[in-house]
Structure formats: C-alpha cells, structure tokens
C-alpha cells in the first residue's frame, strides 16, 4: 500500500508522514526532496511553480512509488497534490494508492508558515497554493488543528489494513 499525505504547505505532510512511518515500520519519502534546484530556487524567491515546472517532479515521484509498488513495497509518501491532475500523474500505474488529505485554515496554516524558519516555502506563496487546491474527493479527510500524534492515530484508525508495526 502506497499512503500519500497531501495538502498545502504548512500543514504537517512531513511531520504526519514521518510518524505514520515510524508507526507503520514503512519508508517514508519527501517531495520536497525531489525537486529540482530550479525549482527549490523559484520557490525560495517566492515563484510559484508553474506545470510545467512541477511534470518532471512528479513523474520522478511517480517511478519510485511505481518501483516501491513493484517489490510490494508498503510507502509514505508526503507531497502537496493540490489538483487532481497532480495526483492522477501521481498515482498512474501504482497499485493500492490511498490520499490522506490534511486540511486546516488558511490562518492556522499561515501561522504555522511564519513559524516556520529555513524552509524555502514561505507564507508568501501560501494563497496560491489555497487558489491551487482542488480537494479530493477519494481521500480520507484529517483536520490538522490535532496535534500530530492524534492525527496519525485518525489515520491509522481509518484506513482499513492499515496497522501500527508491532514493538520488537
């Protein structure tokens, strides 16, 4: 199973997608990892990506979920996927791929931003990112003004055959 924790900035992917891993004993994977140093650069100077900035990215995002999927691979995988054509991109050719969608207002969301120090995606770019968003309707639904153990214990608590690891 491919868990794909998406939403805006701000909102707690990495955070969330990092502790289901450590619950769910599965590798866990940033997007933000995978952009490229054009696109960390355009965002750092407050660039809104535009598609076709953003097809490389998530074609590279898409063959390692295929390639995780194809060695039956379980994953966590935390990336924006604000529209649905993103996710569609996303998910082509992978197998048993669930969204979990964090939502929060854009005041929550901002707050957190400005928080936020050493991060290239500043809150600048946040209302772009709110006028992107195209909710999905396939994912399950986490409101983020939880702290981050409640909503990974949400996730875990619906999304069937998904079960925290065993303590060794």
Known sequence: MIIVIMGVSGVGKSTVGKTLSEQTGWPFYDADDFHSPENVAKM?????????????????????LKEAGGRGQSAVLACSALKQRYRDRLARDVKDIRW?????????????LDARKGHY???????????ALEPPLDALRVDVASDPATI?????????HLHPRRPT
């Open 44 to 64: 750092r100077s407050g660039v809104a990506l535009t598609d076709t900035d953003r097809w490389p990215w998530l074609d590279r995002l898409n063959g390692l």
């Open 100 to 112: 979990v969608y964090l939502e929060g207002s854009f005041e929550l969301i901002e707050a957190r």
């Open 121 to 131: 995606m500043t809150a600048q770019l946040l209302r772009s990112q709110f006028d």
């Open 152 to 160: 990974v214990r949400h996730i875990l608590e619906n999304l069937p």
